[in-house]
């Protein structure tokens, strides 16, 4: 897979770009960006000029990379829109962003919105062939819908994804869907046929230093379980009450997840499924937050290398995750060591897993050396 090209086409940078993030578009802080080019249709056949035309203009702070977005629409009563859950709304109008802090075309963290402010988030390697909508990041959105169709306001903080201090080049790629006509259009032009999504992705001149995020995230829990047999006894807890806290921390290119008897009762829970067939196991996707940090690592053409759903409710457990590269080469070794759940039907066993993942990407050319590892171990002692 060739490196993308270099676009001619730098993101301006300022100190404070003084951007209210409420889909007006009308700040005096838009002065300073710059627009991108005109999009060109991807489908439903490519390389035209789209009946639909998009303006994107981008900035830059120390803070965050803002982009304004115009949708232009003659029939905005038509638009395909709604309120919904998180990463739910995937088939309305939407202006997807793909951001590639790196820029080198090997994963990107992607940014929709609807027009009514529906947000959705993931992450696209290069070897994908979808987004993987289980990673949820910190970001901010607002639209608005005129007569003319519809405007956004998108801010993605530095700290949200994991950078270099010195941005000299990003990867970007802004595509907008429009399905009550099936017309996509990308800036810059992409084509359905190319393999790797990510490698027709526009490398612009980055914003230049900014500062790396070393603010630590501190989540306290306290819960309280009670049932007809005593006290809960999916967490660690004293009388039934259980405290627990997890703490994030990104300082740049790194990240570290430390989590001591950390609770899943928030997330999502799995939808039902009807096992009908002995023979092939029932999958249910991974959505604790422990577990998502650098698990696109374990994905591959033939499928997810390791299924961290085995592994039940941790006590304690420890996650870092490292990149390093010039954008020629990419490394990345997340671990963790969550302990396991006691479980009844082990007669009071305790389990133990550790798992360690890597990559490391180099281009040469028009062509890629691409290799990943992967290792998985268990321990389950039986206490008698």
């Known amino acids: 897979m060739p490196m993308p090209p270099v676009q001619a ?31 060109t249709t991807s489908a439903p056949e490519p390389g035209l000029t789209p009946a639909f035309q998009t303006d994107v203009t981008v900035l830059s702070d ?12 003659p029939e905005p009563r038509k638009l395909r829109t709604g309120l919904g859950r998180r990463d739910a709304r995937m088939y309305d109008d939407l202006v997807t962003v793909y951001l590639d802090p790196a820029g080198t075309g090997q994963r990107a963290w992607m940014f929709a919105v609807n027009p009514s402010g529906a947000r959705l988030d993931g992450i696209r390697t290069a070897t994908a062939s979808m987004d993987d909508y289980a990673w949820d990041g910190r970001w901010d959105a607002a639209t608005r819908i ?24 990003i990867g970007l790629l802004v595509m907008r869907d429009v399905p009550r006509t099936g017309e996509e259009s990308t800036w810059p032009a992409t084509n359905p046929q190319t393999p790797g999504f990510l490698s027709e992705e526009g490398v612009i001149g980055g914003p230049g230093k900014v500062p790396r995020s070393a603010g630590v995230d501190v989540i306290p829990e306290l819960t309280f379980g009670w049932n007809e047999a005593g006290p809960d006894s999916e967490r660690w807890t004293v009388e039934g009450i259980g405290p627990g806290a997890t703490v994030h921390w990104s300082p740049g290119t790194a990240s570290l997840v430390a989590a001591v008897n950390p609770d899943f009762a928030q997330v999502e829970s799995d939808t039902p499924q009807i096992a009908t067939n002995r023979r092939y196991a029932l999958y249910f996707e991974e959505k604790r937050p422990f577990f ?32 390093t590269g010039n954008g020629r080469s990419q490394r990345c070794t997340p671990w963790t060591q969550p302990p396991g759940r006691r479980s009844q039907r082990m007669a009071g066993g305790a389990t133990m897993s550790w798992l360690a993942r890597s990559r490391w990407t180099r281009s040469r050319g028009c062509g890629e050396i691409s290799a990943r590892g992967a290792m998985s171990a268990s321990l389950a002692p039986t206490v008698n």
């Open 292 to 323: 998502l940090d650098g698990q696109e690592a374990f994905q591959s053409p033939a499928g997810d290398l390791v299924y961290t759903r085995s592994i039940g409710v941790p006590r304690y457990g420890v996650r870092a995750t490292q990149e």
């Open 146 to 169: 005129s007569q003319d169709g519809w405007t956004a306001e998108i801010a993605i903080p530095w700290r949200t994804v994991r950078h270099a201090s010195d941005v000299d080049t």
């Open 62 to 73: 120390d803070k965050a990379l803002y982009l304004r977005i115009v949708a232009h629409d």
């Open 9 to 39: 086409l730098s993101v301006p940078h300022v100190d404070a770009a003084h951007i209210v993030v409420d889909g007006e578009v009308s700040d005096a802080g838009w002065a300073n960006a710059v627009a991108l080019p005109a999009f």
